[in-house]
């Protein structure tokens, strides 16, 4: 065991607990000595405020960092308190409570890489807060109300709370007392599905053993926390046969119909081992592109029990590879840059050689859609029927092949790192 200090980084949404929770930690701590570092983005650090107001620790073990965010803007002031309190005084933990707009993820990484804190510190585990009652509303059906903003840079802060949760080692359901025990299974597995490693303790007021959250190491930075869920589907998904689902693939681009219908019903096979309540997940792996106003229309008509989906997209008519983000209500599209079948021969030739397990095409390259949808219930043929039909026609086809313009490429980023918003909350 490392003789570095232990990180605990606290996140989720406004008002899951999180105060409640460093107030109980602080209250139940023991011989164990937590300093705590609070972030709020406002120029008043009220959490810091309640926390100190609500427990007999010494003010001193309660850092203040505000009016910004520690994921981003304040990185550098983050840096500098934490190696500041751990030159100051010395205690036996420590827990950073971001905003409730911050992503973890960035958190985690300041103690990662090779610095003055990570020299002190250790990431001990990412444990996400979350109030159970708005996390099951935010992938109900489009009946029930949402309850959902959005964050200083317009982004739903449903995006955030899934973010938050795929990378947790530890989520706590809390206000537990305001759900029945059908509610708090079915918020479990939607967790597994969106992490399948995370813990989950169900909680009411945050009450929960500091055990089970400090000095746990549960962290791996190898890859700061295992993957989600969806990237373990398309990981999986891609596995046991390249070769061969690649021939298939391009037996189906010759033969839309027929053959393309077939590689669907081996490509949604694939599904989750832990379908409990309903939640399960399939791939969507296609070498033909899509007809951009119809994906654009499919993207935005994803049904209600379609909890989580990302991936890659190919659209016709743009040189650039599409990555969709949905999580409930949202749904966002991003421009990740060229196909590499796309880039002048040396570049390609170049960037092929660095990567030998490149899933390669001879006539497509590694243009390809591969799409992972998580949901409860999933209507999976359903689905896959409507984004079949998303796809070029032969007749289509020939078009792109032949360079003619498409509609609805418009719809889409043209740009590596711009964004387009195909559906908000």
């Keep these: 065991m490392s003789d570095r200090i232990p990180v605990t980084v606290l996140s989720g949404s406004l008002g899951a607990g999180k105060t409640t929770l460093l107030n109980h930690l602080l209250g139940a701590a023991g011989d164990r000595d937590i300093a705590v570092l609070v972030n709020d983005m406002g120029d008043v650090n009220v959490d810091a405020e309640l926390i100190a107001e609500g427990s007999e620790v010494d003010v001193a073990g309660v850092t203040e960092l505000s009016n910004g965010c520690i994921c981003c803007e304040l990185q550098d002031d983050l840096e500098t308190a934490v190696v500041r309190l751990a030159r100051d005084r010395s205690f036996d933990a420590l827990v950073v409570e971001s905003s409730g707009i911050s992503e973890p993820a960035p958190v985690a990484r300041l103690f990662t890489t090779e610095s003055r804190v990570a020299a002190q510190y250790r990431v001990d585990a990412l444990v996400t807060v979350l109030d159970t009652r708005r996390f099951l509303d935010a992938f109900g059906d489009d009946d029930v109300p949402t309850r959902q903003g959005t964050d200083a840079d317009g982004r739903p802060l449903s995006d955030l709370l899934v973010e938050q949760v795929e990378v947790s080692n530890v989520v706590l359901l809390n206000k537990r007392d305001l759900c029945s025990d059908a509610e708090l299974d079915r918020a479990a597995d939607l967790v597994a599905a969106l992490q399948p490693d995370a813990t989950t303790i169900p909680t009411s007021f945050s009450a929960v053993d500091p055990d089970r959250l400090v000095g746990i190491d549960a962290f ?38 027929e053959a393309n219908h077939a590689h669907g019903e081996a490509n949604h096979a694939h599904r989750h081992p832990d ?10 792996r296609r070498r033909r592109p899509f007809q951009p106003d119809r994906l654009a229309e499919a993207l935005r008509s994803l049904p209600a029990d379609v909890v989580r989906s990302k991936g890659t997209l190919w ?72 984004l079949d039909a998303a796809l070029v026609t032969d007749e289509e086809w020939e078009r792109v092949r032949a360079e003619d313009e498409l509609s609805g490429v418009e719809e889409f980023p043209t740009t590596p790192g711009d964004e387009v918003v195909l559906r908000e909350p």
């Excluded at 869920?229 to 033969?255: I, P, S, T």
């Excluded at 409990?276 to 969507?284: A, E, I, L, M, R």
């Design 275 to 284: 379908e409990v309540y309903g939640v399960s997940s399939f791939t969507y």
């Design 220 to 257: 791996d930075a190898s890859e700061l926390a295992t993957l989600p869920g969806w990237k373990r589907a398309l990981a999986d998904a891609g596995h046991g046969g390249h070769g061969e689902a690649d021939h298939a693939h391009g037996e189906a681009d010759h033969a839309h119909g």
């Design 315 to 386: 659209v016709a008519g743009s040189d650039q590879r599409q990555q969709v983000g949905q999580a409930g209500r949202s749904v966002r599209v991003t421009a990740q840059g060229p196909w590499i079948a796309s880039r002048p021969s040396v570049e390609r030739d170049m960037l092929r050689s660095n990567r030998p397990d490149l899933s390669w095409h001879d006539e497509h390259g590694d243009r390809e859609t591969a799409y992972v949808v998580i949901g409860t219930d999933l209507e999976t043929d359903s689905i896959v029927d409507r």
